[in-house]
């Protein structure tokens, strides 16, 4: 499955678009990628990314059709960040492997990855969101946390918010023959029994995404056309299997 996307960049002659280079990381800890679909959430991000000391590499995608204005603002409030321009298609879902395609997976020890949840007649994407940004990116203490926890015990492979973990028995909601496909395209076991980061927001280390970031690259993940879809599609289906 052949997917667009384009690198953003922003000098003198304004934002021009480039074919995708391979990434050469500044440094090989840390990696935070960010889809933004809903463009008035970008300032809540970065109220929190603009306080994290600590080092990091920034990536961020936006969909087709983004407002310039708003890519202009994102660039100025992050100029060292590297700006994609993908499909809308996927959700959150198919920009985060598009990215993680680019920059590998042993570019870094551990990814964060984040987007502007919102759940569209329900106030409970902005409850979530709200909960997920400060359990993962709250402070430079609560990412120094864990990231030490990752550090000191390597049986952990994902952290999530505290308050968005979900079970399988009440929440797969017609996703099940999708997981189970993906389980057996990456050789995984499948047990119907288990607990997933709702919302897909989570840190994570690189070698438990890489079986679906493998399937990304071998062209065997065929993400829908976006026709606002509450539920039971691959990325949902994804949110679960991570």
């Not at 391979?22 to 109220?47: G, R």
Request: aromatic content about 12%.
């Amino acid at each position: 499955m052949n997917t667009k996307i384009q690198e953003l960049r922003f000098d003198k002659n304004g934002i021009t678009s480039h074919v995708p280079q391979t990434i050469v990381p500044s440094q090989d800890k840390i990696a935070i990628i960010v889809h933004i679909f809903y463009q008035d959430i970008w300032k809540e991000i970065y109220a929190y990314l603009s306080k994290l000391d600590i080092n990091y590499d920034l990536f961020i995608s936006v969909p087709e059709g983004t407002d310039e204005n708003d890519i202009l603002e994102i660039f100025r409030d992050t100029p060292n960040v590297h700006l994609f321009m993908t499909e809308n298609k996927g959700r959150d879902v198919l920009p985060f492997l598009q990215i993680m395609k680019l920059i590998g997976v042993d570019s870094y020890e551990y990814i964060c990855k984040i987007h502007s949840k919102k759940t569209e007649g329900s106030a409970l994407g902005q409850v979530w969101r709200k909960l997920l940004y400060y359990d993962l990116i709250g402070s430079s203490t609560i990412v120094q946390d864990i990231v030490t926890q990752l550090n000191d015990d390597d049986t952990i492979g994902m952290v999530t918010g505290k308050n968005t973990i979900l079970d399988s028995q009440r929440y797969t909601y017609g996703n099940d023959d999708n997981i189970k496909h993906l389980a057996k395209l990456t050789g995984m076991i499948y047990d119907e029994y288990y607990l997933f980061p709702a919302g897909t927001m989570f840190w994570t280390r690189c070698e438990i995404i890489a079986p679906i970031v493998q399937l990304f690259i071998d062209n065997k993940l065929d993400f829908e056309e976006e026709k606002g879809q509450a539920d039971n599609t691959l990325a949902h289906a994804i949110e679960r299997f991570f």
